[in-house]
Nanobody, 115 residues
Framework: QVQLVESGGGLVQPGGSLRLSCAASGRIFSINDMGWYRQVPGKQRELVAEIDSVSSTNYADSVKGRFTISRDNAKNTVYLQMSSLKPEDTAVYYC?????????WGQGTQVTVSS
């Protein structure tokens, strides 16, 4: 089993920045891809950004140039640096990892972009 704990969400004004963190614990060996997803009420959860074990990255078009995903394998942590935030970025952000073909999810952290 893998446990994922997100932190760093909160309220920020449009144009502001936040950094989300997701720490993995438990059976952390053989974790491959890690990523961030987000969900708003009434909509499907969507990919924001993902990073593989050699730090290749993939981003949703809506966040390219504004968000940066990174990982620190020594700390078993993945980060999402979010800049130039927009009201439409408001959502619950979830961390996800893949290990031996199984997906694990964190509990989510709320990000609200509002003036």
């Amino acid at each position: 089993q893998v446990q994922l704990v997100e932190s760093g969400g909160g309220l920020v004004q449009p144009g502001g920045s936040l950094r989300l963190s997701c720490a993995a614990s438990g059976r952390i060996f053989s974790i491959n891809d890690m990523g961030w997803y987000r969900q708003v009420p009434g909509k499907q959860r969507e990919l924001v950004a993902e990073i593989d074990s050699v730090s290749s990255t993939n981003y949703a078009d809506s966040v390219k140039g504004r968000f940066t995903i990174s990982r620190d394998n020594a700390k078993n942590t993945v980060y999402l640096q979010m800049s130039s935030l927009k009201p439409e970025d408001t959502a619950v952000y979830y961390c996800k990892c893949l290990r031996l073909g199984r997906a694990y999810w964190g509990q989510g952290t709320q990000v609200t972009v509002s003036s």
